[in-house]
C-alpha cells in the first residue's frame, strides 16, 4: 500500500504542522460555550471533538469529507474507505491496490469457529461479532509495535490493523450469521471483492440485487462525524493508544444500545406487533392510536428522531427511494410507510422531538428483511460493519494526526445547583 502511505504520510505531516500552529496561535480562541442544558443533557450540541472524515450538518446531513452522502450513495466501500482515510477519490489503481490487499488479509483464524460454537445458543448476534472480533486482538500490529514505535508514527501500525479487520469484516458477519442461525457453510472464492464476498456469505447464492442493496446500504452508513456514541466511543477508547480491536469493539458496543443501533431490530419488531394486533392492513389512524399508547406506557418510538439532524435523515431517504424502487407494492412496505406518515404526524403535532422524521434505522431492518434476511437481531450486526468503515478510518486519521487522550471534566450536581444561583 505505497501509494497510500504516502498519502497519508504527507497528509499527516500537514495536519499535524497546522495542529500546532493553531494551538500555539490560537489556542484560547473560543470557538463554543457549554450551556447548563447542554451538561444536564447528554452534551447535545457541543463542539468539542475534531473529526475531519465527515461532518453531520443539521440542515444538510452526513457530508463525508464534504460530499454529501447521495452522491456518493453508488460508490463501493472500499473507495469510501480511501475516501474517509485520505480525503480524495482512490484512482483506478489504488482502488484495485486496495482490494488486492483486502483479498489478502481476508481469512480469519481457525479458532473463531470454535469459539462462536461454545457461545450459548441464544447469544445476540451483536455479542458474537464483537467476541470474535475481540479475540484476534492479539494479532494487533499496533499493539506488537507500540513499545518500539514513536507516537507520530503509531498510525502505521494502526494502519495495518485497519486493512486486516476491514478485510475480515465480511467473512466474520457471514461466519456469525451462519453459525448462530444453523446455516450450512458457504464457498466465498479467494478473489471476490469485499461486497459480493458479504453479499454471498449472508445469502448463500450469488443475488446481484441483493449485493447491489447491500452496497449502498454499507456505504450510506460507513461514518457519521465522530460525536455519535459508536464512534465516540471507538475514538475515547483509540485515544488512550489502545489498538483498533478494542478501539472498534467499544464503538460496537455503544452501537447495540437500543435507541441507537439496536433501533433498526427494534422497528421491524413494532412493525410486527402492530401487524399481530391489527393486520398488515392496519391504516393510519388505527397506527397513530398504537403508537400514542407506546409512547403513553412511557416508550419511544424506534426509528424516529435524531440527536443532530433537523431535517428527514438523508441516509433514510436514500435508503427508502431504493427500497421504494424495487418493493413498492409489498405489504411490509406499505405498512411500513404508513408507520412513517403516521409517526412523523404524531411527533410533529406532540412537538416534543426536536425531529419528527424517521431515521436510518426505521429503513435498514424493513428493507434488509425484504432482501431476504429475515433475523431482525442480526441487523445492528450489518450496522456495525457498514460503521466500522468511518470507525477504522477515523482512529487511523486520529493517531495520524496526534489527537490526544479525551478527557473532559465532569461536574457535580451540587456545583450545577450553586452556579444556578449565583
Ligand atoms: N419517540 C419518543 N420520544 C422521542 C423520540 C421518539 N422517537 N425522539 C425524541 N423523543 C423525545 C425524547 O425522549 C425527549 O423526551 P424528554 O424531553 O422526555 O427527555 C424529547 O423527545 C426531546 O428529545 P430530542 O432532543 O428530540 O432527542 P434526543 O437528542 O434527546 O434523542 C434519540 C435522540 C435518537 C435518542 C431519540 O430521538 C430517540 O430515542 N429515538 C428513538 C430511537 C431511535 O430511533 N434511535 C436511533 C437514532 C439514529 C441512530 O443513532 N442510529 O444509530
Redesign the pocket.
Known amino acids: 500500500m505505497q501509494r497510500l502511505t504516502t498519502i497519508l504520510e504527507h497528509g499527516f505531516q500537514q495536519a499535524r504542522a497546522e495542529i500546532s500552529e493553531l494551538l500555539n496561535a490560537h489556542g484560547d480562541l473560543v470557538i463554543d460555550d457549554v450551556r447548563l442544558g447542554q451538561v444536564l443533557g ?1 452534551m ?1 450540541g457541543m463542539h468539542c471533538i475534531v473529526c475531519d472524515t465527515s461532518s453531520v450538518d443539521p440542515s444538510v446531513g452526513l457530508l463525508i469529507r464534504g460530499r454529501p452522502v447521495i452522491e456518493l450513495q453508488d460508490a463501493s466501500p472500499e473507495e469510501v474507505f480511501w475516501l474517509l482515510l485520505t480525503g480524495c477519490q482512490p484512482d483506478s489503481a489504488d482502488l484495485q491496490e486496495l482490494q488486492d490487499e483486502l483479498e489478502q488479509r481476508r481469512s480469519l483464524p481457525g479458532y473463531i469457529r470454535p469459539l462462536l460454537t461454545a457461545m450459548p445458543a441464544d447469544s445476540h448476534p451483536m455479542t458474537m461479532f464483537n467476541a470474535a472480533l475481540l479475540a484476534m486482538q492479539h494479532e494487533s500490529h499496533f499493539a506488537g509495535a507500540y513499545h518500539s514505535t514513536a507516537k507520530a508514527d503509531l498510525w502505521r501500525p494502526a494502519l495495518e490493523d485497519a486493512l486486516d479487520l476491514l478485510a475480515r469484516m465480511p467473512l466474520l458477519a457471514a461466519l456469525v450469521y451462519r453459525q448462530r442461525y444453523g446455516l450450512p457453510d458457504v464457498d466465498i472464492p479467494a478473489s471476490t471483492d469485499w461486497t459480493s464476498g458479504l453479499a454471498l456469505g449472508l445469502l448463500g447464492r450469488e443475488d446481484q440485487q441483493f449485493r447491489a442493496m447491500l452496497k449502498r446500504y454499507v456505504v450510506v452508513q460507513s461514518d457519521h462525524e465522530n460525536g ?1 456514541v459508536c464512534a465516540l466511543s471507538g475514538h475515547v477508547t483509540g485515544s488512550t493508544l489502545a489498538d483498533l480491536y478494542y478501539a472498534i469493539s467499544a464503538g460496537l458496543n455503544g452501537l447495540a444500545g437500543h ?3 439496536l ?1 433498526a431490530q427494534d422497528f421491524v419488531r413494532f412493525l410486527d406487533q402492530l401487524s399481530a394486533d391489527l393486520g398488515m392492513d392496519a391504516d393510519e389512524e388505527q397506527i397513530r392510536l398504537a403508537l400514542e399508547q407506546r ?1 403513553a406506557a412511557g416508550r ?8 443532530v439532524l433537523r431535517l428527514a435523515d438523508p441516509r433514510f431517504e436514500i435508503l427508502y427511494g431504493y427500497a421504494a424502487e424495487q418493493y413498492l407494492d409489498h405489504p411490509s412496505f406499505r405498512l411500513a410507510s404508513r408507520v412513517y406518515r403516521a409517526g412523523k404526524k404524531l ?1 410533529q403535532d406532540l412537538g ?4 419528527p422524521y424517521p ?3 426505521a429503513i435498514t431492518g424493513v428493507l434488509l428483511r425484504l432482501s431476504g434476511i429475515p433475523q431482525l437481531e442480526f441487523y445492528t450486526v450489518l450496522f456495525g460493519v457498514s460503521l466500522s468503515i468511518g470507525m477504522l478510518a477515523q482512529n487511523v486519521v486520529s493517531r495520524g494526526i496526534g489527537s490526544p487522550i479525551v478527557r473532559p471534566r465532569s461536574v457535580p450536581l451540587a456545583e450545577l445547583r450553586a452556579a444556578s444561583r449565583a
Open positions: 447528554g447535545r455519535n435507541i441507537h443501533g433501533a409512547l419511544v418510538i424506534p426509528g424516529f428522531g435524531h440527536a411527533l416534543r422531538a426536536k425531529n431515521n436510518v434505522d
